[in-house]
C-alpha cells in the first residue's frame, strides 16, 4: 500500500520541505545509486506488465531519452504479479524526489482494465521521473504525457507524490484503460499525507494548482458517475475508493500541524516520528525514507535519510547522491526477493535453466542482510515493547541524532574538496561518512537483537504461537 507525507517549507523549523514515507510490499527493499548515463539514438526501455501480472497485460517498449539522470533509489522485486526491478521511491541530482503511493480505482474502473493492457507500470513512472524530470511539474507533465502517448499498464490504480524544493504534487493514475489521471499542487502551507493518495473536489478546468487530461470530465458523465448539476467534482468520490481520508491520514495530518502551531515548528526528528511512530508503522514498512528538498551548493551533497525497515525499530541514516557505492548489507539480497527460492548460487544448470542462478551477486549475499537483522530485532521488541521497544526506540533516536551532529562537517569537507577541484575524494568522503553511519547501527542492531532474545527466552516470553505479536496500527 505504502504511505507518503510531504510537509511544505512554511512548516519546518530548518525553512526546508521534506518528502518522506515508506513502502508496503511484501518483498524486500534495497538501496541503489544509477549513474548519470547516456543513450544512443533509438534506444528504447522496456515497460508495463505481463500476462502472469494479477491484472494482465503486455510488455512493450517505448524511446529511451538521450541521457539520463543520477539517481538515488530504493528498489524491490514484486508487487501483485509485477516483478523485476521495481521502483519505489527515491531523489536525482535535480533533486526532484518521488514516492510511490497506491491509490485504489473505483471497482468499475477496475473491471473496464483491457486484459491486454501496454504502457508503464506504476514503478516504471516512478523510475521515468526520478531519472528524467528536472523539476516537480516536469514530472506530472512526463506521466501524463507517457499516459497519453503509451497506455498505463495498472494493478489497479496508483498515486505518486513528487517533491522539489518548491513545490510537490500529488499525481493519481487511475485503472481502466481510459487514459484517467489527476493532479493537485502542494505548496509551502501544505502537509498532505497518502495512504491512499487522494485527491477532493478540482475545477472544471485546469488551473495552477489542479491538472487532468481534456476528457476527465467527460468519461464521469458518459458512464453516469457524475452530473454536473450535481456540484463539485470530488475525485476520490468519484473515480477513487471514495472514502476520502483515511482515519490514519486524518491523524498524522492533525498531529503534524499540531507540531507546525508550535514556536519551533516541525523539526527533522518530528519528520523522523512521522514515519516512524508504532501507531503508522510495523512490519508490512519494508523501509523508511525522508529526503530534504533542498538544493545545496553542489549536487553531489544531495541526500536522503533511509531506514532498511519500517523505522519504528530502525534509525533514519543519510546516503548521498554523490558517494560511489551502498554497503553490501544494505544492497539486494536473496532473502526476500522473488524467485530465489528456486535458484542457486551454482551454474550447474544454467545451461538447462537460465532463471536457477541467483540475481544476486556471491559476494553481495555472504554481507549479511540488513533487512534480516533490522527485522529480527523489529520481532524481537514487538514481542515485549516494555520495555524493549521503548529501549530500541530511544537507543536509534540517540544514533539518529550523533548523525545530525555529524552531517554538517561531513558536506562541508565534501565542499571544500569539490571547489578544490576534487570530485572523487569529495566522494570518496561523503561515502566513508555514510558507510560508517551504516555500519555502526547494523553493529548495533545485532548487539540490541542477541541481548533482546536472551531477555524474552530467559523470562519465557518467546511468542511461539501463530498469532505474530504486534503495536495496534491506525490502519
Known amino acids: 500500500m505504502s504511505y507518503g507525507i510531504y510537509i511544505g517549507r512554511d512548516h519546518t523549523a530548518d525553512g526546508i520541505a521534506y518528502l518522506a514515507g515508506y513502502g508496503d510490499e511484501p518483498s524486500g527493499h534495497w538501496l541503489e545509486i544509477h549513474p548519470a548515463r547516456d543513450h544512443p539514438e533509438g534506444a528504447t526501455i522496456t515497460v508495463g506488465v505481463t500476462p502472469k501480472a494479477d491484472m494482465p497485460g503486455h510488455p512493450s517498449d517505448i524511446p529511451q531519452v538521450r541521457r539520463t539522470a543520477r539517481n538515488l533509489r530504493v528498489g524491490y522485486s514484486y508487487f501483485r504479479g509485477v516483478t523485476g526491478s521495481l521502483t519505489n521511491g527515491g531523489l536525482n541530482e535535480h533533486g526532484v524526489a518521488v514516492r510511490d503511493i497506491w491509490s485504489t480505482s473505483r471497482a468499475e474502473l477496475i473491471a473496464m482494465t483491457p486484459k491486454d493492457q501496454t504502457g508503464p507500470n506504476y514503478s516504471d513512472l516512478a523510475r521515468i521521473v526520478v ?10 507533465d512526463l506521466i501524463a ?19 522539489d524544493p518548491d513545490e510537490a504534487w500529488v499525481v493519481i493514475e487511475f485503472a481502466g484503460g481510459r487514459g484517467l489521471w489527476a493532479a493537485e499542487r502542494l505548496g509551502a502551507d501544505s502537509i498532505r499525507a497518502s495512504r491512499p493518495g487522494y485527491i477532493g473536489a478540482i475545477p472544471a478546468r485546469p488551473t495552477m494548482d489542479f491538472l487532468f487530461p481534456g476528457h476527465f470530465f467527460d468519461t464521469a458523465i458518459e458512464q453516469g458517475w457524475y452530473d454536473p448539476a450535481a456540484g ?20 498524522i ?31 508490512t514498512a519494508g523501509y523508511g525514507q525522508v529526503v530534504p528538498l533542498v538544493h545545496p551548493e553542489h549536487d553531489a551533497l544531495r541526500m536522503l535519510w533511509h531506514a532498511p525497515v519500517g523505522p519504528v525499530t530502525a534509525p533514519l ?22 524467485g530465489e527460492s528456486h535458484r542457486f548460487l551454482d551454474t550447474r544448470k544454467k545451461d538447462k535453466d537460465p532463471d536457477s542462478v541467483s540475481v544476486v551477486a556471491q559476494g553481495v549475499e555472504t ?22 521497544l521503548d529501549e530500541v526506540r530511544a537507543h536509534w533516536r540517540q544514533v539518529e541524532r550523533g548523525a545530525i551532529a555529524g552531517l554538517a562537517d561531513a558536506t562541508r569537507i565534501a565542499g571544500i574538496l569539490i571547489e578544490a577541484g576534487e570530485p572523487d575524494l569529495a566522494a570518496r568522503s561523503l561515502t566513508a561518512f555514510s558507510h560508517a553511519r ?8 545485532r548487539a540490541l537483537a542477541d541481548a533482546a532474545y536472551a531477555r524474552i527466552r530467559m523470562s519465557g516470553d518467546l511468542n511461539l504461537t501463530g498469532a505474530p505479536r504486534s503495536p495496534d496500527q491506525i490502519w
Not at 531519472?131 to 506530472?140: I, K, L
Not at 504525457?145 to 517533491?163: D, F, K
Not at 551504516?438 to 542492531?445: I, N, Y
Open 131 to 140: 531519472e528524467r524530470a528536472r523539476t516537480a511539474r516536469e514530472g506530472v
Open 145 to 163: 504525457a507517457l499516459i497519453a502517448e503509451h497506455g498505463y499498464s495498472t494493478y489497479g490504480g496508483n498515486s505518486h507524490i513528487i517533491g
Open 232 to 251: 463539485a467534482f470530488d475525485v476520490n468520490a468519484i473515480y477513487g475508493d471514495g472514502k476520502g481520508r483515511w482515519a490514519g491520514v486524518e491523524w
Open 253 to 283: 495530518e492533525s498531529a503534524m500541524r499540531e507540531l507546525a502551531a508550535r514556536p519551533q515548528k516541525i523539526g527533522l526528528e518530528d519528520v523522523f516520528w512521522s514515519i516512524g511512530t508504532e501507531k503508522l508503522t510495523g512490519d
Open 317 to 338: 541514516l543519510p546516503v548521498f547522491l554523490g558517494q560511489t557505492s551502498v554497503p553490501d548489507a544494505f544492497r539486494q539480497h536473496r532473502y526476500l526477493t522473488v
Open 367 to 388: 554481507a549479511g542482510s540488513a533487512v534480516y537483522e533490522f527485522k529480527r530485532l523489529m520481532h524481537l521488541a514487538f514481542q515485549k515493547p516494555d520495555p524493549i
Open 438 to 445: 551504516l555500519a555502526e547501527s547494523l553493529a548495533d542492531c
